[in-house]
C-alpha cells in the first residue's frame, strides 16, 4: 500500500511540475528533404552575432547553446566533423523581448455579500475596477539546420519561455538544456 501511495504522490508531483512549465516550442521543416542521409554536422559560422542583446550575445551563452546542441545531436547519432564534409550545418539565434501582462478584477460584491459597496448612478452596479500592470521578459531560442552546400534552411525549432532575473550560472544552463532538448525532440522529423 505504502508504494501505491508513493507511486500516486511521484505522479502528482510529476503532473505538477509539468504544467508549471511555460515554455512552447514549435518547428518547421522542408518536407521534401530526405533527412534519412544526415549523419555529420559542423556549425555555421556566418560572421553574425546570435542576438543584438548582451545578455545572449557573450561567450558564456554562446558555449552553452552549443554544448547542449552538441550533446543532444550526439545522443541521437550525429557527429561533429569538418565544414568541408558535413551532411547539414547547425545555426543559431537567440533574442529577449520585454512583454506586458494586464490583470483586471472588478469588485462586484461588498466583503458582506449584500451587493456593492459602491453604485454607479447610471447602471446601478459598482464601479469598482483593479487592474495590476506586470512586465516580464520572454526568451526566444532558435535552432537552425541548413543544407551545407546552399545554406538553406531545411528545419528550424523555436522555443520561448519565460524568464527570470537570476544571474546564477547553473540555472541558465539548465534552463538552456532544457529548451534545446525541448526543441531538438522533433529533430529529424518523423516520415
Not at 545522443?75 to 523581448?97: E, H, M, N, Q
Not at 541548413?146 to 547553473?170: A, C, S, Y
Request: hydrophobic letters at 35%; glycine letters at 8%.
Amino acid at each position: 500500500m505504502k508504494r501505491l501511495s508513493l507511486y500516486g504522490l511521484v505522479g502528482a508531483l510529476l503532473i505538477f511540475c509539468g504544467a508549471c512549465s511555460t515554455l512552447s516550442v514549435s518547428t518547421d521543416y522542408n518536407p521534401a528533404y530526405d533527412f534519412t542521409k544526415l549523419k555529420t554536422y559542423a556549425w555555421l559560422d556566418s560572421g553574425k552575432a546570435p542576438g543584438s542583446d548582451a545578455r545572449i550575445n557573450n561567450d558564456l551563452v554562446k558555449d552553452r547553446v552549443q554544448a547542449a546542441v552538441e550533446r543532444t545531436l550526439a545522443a541521437r547519432g550525429y557527429v561533429k566533423t569538418s565544414p568541408a564534409s558535413a551532411d547539414f550545418r547547425v545555426s543559431w539565434l537567440g533574442a529577449i523581448d520585454k512583454k506586458l501582462e494586464m490583470e483586471s478584477i472588478d469588485h462586484f460584491y461588498s466583503p458582506y455579500g449584500y451587493g456593492t459597496l459602491i453604485r454607479d448612478p447610471y447602471w446601478g452596479a459598482s464601479a469598482r475596477r483593479t487592474v495590476t500592470t506586470r512586465e516580464y521578459e520572454v526568451g526566444t531560442l532558435v535552432i537552425d539546420i541548413l543544407d551545407p552546400v546552399e545554406h538553406k534552411l531545411i528545419w528550424r525549432g523555436t522555443g520561448k519561455d519565460r524568464i527570470g532575473g537570476t544571474g546564477d550560472p547553473e540555472k541558465i544552463t539548465t534552463g538552456i538544456n532544457e529548451a534545446v532538448t525541448a526543441i531538438m525532440e522533433s529533430f529529424p522529423p518523423a516520415k
